[in-house]
């Protein structure tokens, strides 16, 4: 069977694959960070299974390097024993008939323990993390640190995120495996010309049609080559068989279901900025505006990098109206409005959240939510008031339009939390 992937050209995002491979060839673990829709998932599935790409990069070295693309969205539960069967199967291996995590783990260091012995480098990629990382057992990482040290420069993983993960982790996690998350980040940019020649050509294929050059001008002027808006915006040019505008594009459902796809990943400071740039104001510069350079949302000049998307913000956005915060029991999500906004949490914030969601209405006092968000703290008095305004900070700013002015989660001097959905 041919994998799709493997039929990419060699030089398919080059930059991003020599960057994540400058850190995983010296058993450093990687961040690969992209906006929504921009080809994060194709990335790893080019280095899985494009050796082409690999040759590229690593000449003759490519073949002392596996790859192993995995989501762990598959797995229905999180526990040890679970994630271990799955990383075995991955690796071709033999399930052993048995739940006991030790049992499961040993055969897996083995496993890895043995590629390395034979001058085999192992690199894990773990797509969709973000989605899944505020479910993932502290013995997880614990796991991949235990397999770095069996292989030593011989194993790594890359972590697949629509957001830098020091944003998601809870800061105990982020402080005991520091290494894993700072100092790594690779963060993609929005056009890549082979990757939208390649697109073209393969829409092309598909509806056996040409797509004349000054129509991908257009096209490309307009998404600025964001592979899911260039797709959707190429598609519909072949099927309508119109000349595109930003305005009929705007009216089409597909493209403005991607373009609120992005405007969702972005916490609420950086849909702020967006919005003053939009309207032709100039922004402060700071963190904020920093985050939505590193994205590629935002040029130096402070223009958007995506017409399209300006456009949206300038037009759509206001239409909008505000939506409420709930708790879902049958699927364990929180979403605002019908959009899921769990997967950007960290597990500390998911708690929280769905502690003051639960009980919205009540005062949440300050023993409350320790020991819900907190449930393994040995005292009470061990979590400073600090710590729990920190995270309540963190959390504004993900899920509330003007976290300075906050709207869901309201502070009660001396009293505590109250949720407003």
């Not at 991908?216 to 959707?232: D, E, P, R, S």
Request: net charge neutral.
């Amino acid at each position: 069977m041919i994998i799709f992937e493997s039929t990419f050209p060699k030089d398919y995002r080059s930059d991003e694959i020599k960057r994540i491979l400058d850190h995983v060839t010296t058993g450093k673990f990687c961040q690969l960070v992209c906006i929504p829709g921009a080809g994060k998932a194709t990335i790893l599935r080019l280095l899985a299974h494009n050796r082409n790409v690999l040759k590229l990069h690593l000449g003759e070295k490519e073949k002392s390097i596996r790859f192993i693309y995995s989501n762990l969205l598959e797995l229905t539960s999180y526990d040890d024993a679970q994630i271990a069967k799955f990383l075995l199967l991955a690796l071709d291996q033999k399930i052993p008939k048995t739940d006991d995590s030790l049992v499961l783990t040993k055969q897996l260091n083995e496993t890895v323990n043995n590629l390395a012995g034979r001058g085999q480098t192992l690199v894990l990629l773990f797509d969709h993390f973000d989605e899944y990382q505020n479910r993932l057992p502290r013995s997880f990482f614990q796991l991949l640190r235990g397999l770095n040290s069996v292989a030593k420069y011989k194993f790594a993983a890359v972590f697949a995120t629509r957001r830098d993960l020091r944003e998601l982790i809870d800061p105990e996690i982020l402080k005991e495996f520091y290494d894993f998350f700072v100092g790594n980040t690779v963060y993609m940019q929005v056009w890549d010309k082979a990757a939208s020649d390649f697109m073209f050509a393969q829409i092309e294929e598909v509806f056996k049609k040409k797509i004349p050059d000054a129509d991908k001008k257009n096209i490309l002027q307009a998404t600025a080559g964001h592979a899911k808006l260039t797709k959707i915006t190429a598609e519909l040019f072949l099927r309508e068989n119109i000349k595109l505008s930003k305005e009929l594009l705007l009216a089409s459902s597909l493209v403005r279901a991607a373009l609120f796809e992005l405007w969702l990943f972005l916490t609420a400071p950086e849909q702020q900025v967006l919005i003053q740039i939009a309207k032709g104001n100039e922004p402060e510069k700071d963190q904020t505006l920093e985050s939505l350079e590193k994205f590629d949302l935002v040029k130096q000049d402070l223009s958007f990098t995506i017409p399209l998307f300006a456009q949206f913000v300038l037009k759509i956005i206001p239409t909008i109206t505000p939506q409420k915060i709930t708790y879902d029991q049958n699927t364990k999500e929180i979403r605002k409005g019908e959009n899921v906004i769990s997967d950007l949490l960290s597990p500390q914030e998911y708690r929280l959240l769905k502690f003051l969601i639960e009980n919205q209405g009540k005062i949440a006092e300050r023993d409350q939510i320790i020991k819900f968000v907190w449930p393994d703290a040995k005292a009470i008095e061990g979590i400073s008031d600090e710590a729990i305004d920190q995270m309540v900070f963190r959390l504004r700013k993900k899920i509330e339009d003007e976290p300075n002015s906050p709207k869901h989660i309201i502070t009660l001097k001396g009293q505590g939390l109250r949720f407003v959905p």
